[in-house]
């Protein structure tokens, strides 16, 4: 069964320091999904990076960046430069190849809380 | 847009009674999502749907949860009869491929 492991449970930084979200993930498929998404205080869910596992092309939007390995089964997410707005919890996401394009059987990490202190 | 727009917002409910959350999602969109997020169980998606057909309801918990999309702009999830485990906030979402997921701002869902 596939499974996500956020092993970092809390990590605080202080503003403008660079920060890396772990993510470590099994499955037994060669075709699945990853996800990254954002909650914060206010409780909505942001959705941040859809990744298929044939795409191990880091990605870098703005001050984020992922790092795909598949190699050591890792989607690693840094934020550069972390302001206090990023403070949110941060989940990892899997899911395996379906009958569509966008997978199914999605397995959540538990979550990585991120604090930055100004 | 007006987004994904979710109804109702909160919802406070005894056991044994029936429970009817109800998403719009923007439209266009193909993919709708439904998830749920407790303390105990953390994020699960239960079900999701393209082109209004579902796809994939393994995470659907058990017999009294269904969900349906009659069309385009409009799916409900029920829960019959709802018991206390039930309490959560549920999140819809929708979808355009390849785009990302936008997500609703939930019902908070407190069955006594």
């Known amino acids: 069964a596939q499974k996500v492991t956020q092993a970092q449970t809390e990590i605080s930084v202080v503003e403008k320091e660079d920060v890396t979200l772990d993510c470590v993930y099994e499955t037994r498929d060669t075709t699945y999904y990853l996800f990254w998404y954002k909650q914060p205080p206010s409780g909505e869910l942001v959705f941040l990076i859809r990744?298929?596992?044939?795409?191990?092309q880091n990605e870098i939007s703005g001050r984020y960046s992922w790092n795909f390995q598949k190699s050591t089964s890792s989607f690693n997410f840094t934020i550069t430069a972390s302001q206090v707005v990023d403070s949110a919890v941060y989940f990892c996401a899997l899911s395996e190849d379906g009958r569509d394009n966008y997978g199914q059987n999605f397995v959540f990490g538990p979550g990585t809380r991120l604090s930055v202190l100004p | 847009d007006a987004g994904v727009i979710q109804s109702p917002r909160h919802e406070v409910t005894e056991m044994g009674q029936e429970v009817t959350l109800r998403c719009k999602p923007i439209?266009?969109?193909?993919?709708l999502f439904w998830y749920r997020q407790t303390m105990m169980r953390g994020l699960e998606l239960l079900i999701y749907?393209?082109?209004?057909?579902?796809?994939?309801d393994s995470g659907m918990p058990e017999d009294r949860f269904s969900a349906k999309m009659p069309n385009a702009s409009f799916s409900t999830l029920k829960i019959q009869p709802s018991e206390p485990r039930d309490s959560a906030v549920y999140f819809c979402?929708?979808?355009?491929?390849?785009?990302?997921?936008?997500f609703g701002p939930g019902t908070r869902l407190t069955v006594t």
């Open positions: 439209s266009g969109h193909d993919y």
């Open positions: 749907f393209n082109n209004n057909v579902p796809i994939d």
């Open positions: 990744r298929n596992s044939f795409d191990e």
């Open positions: 979402a929708s979808s355009f491929l390849p785009g990302g997921q936008y």
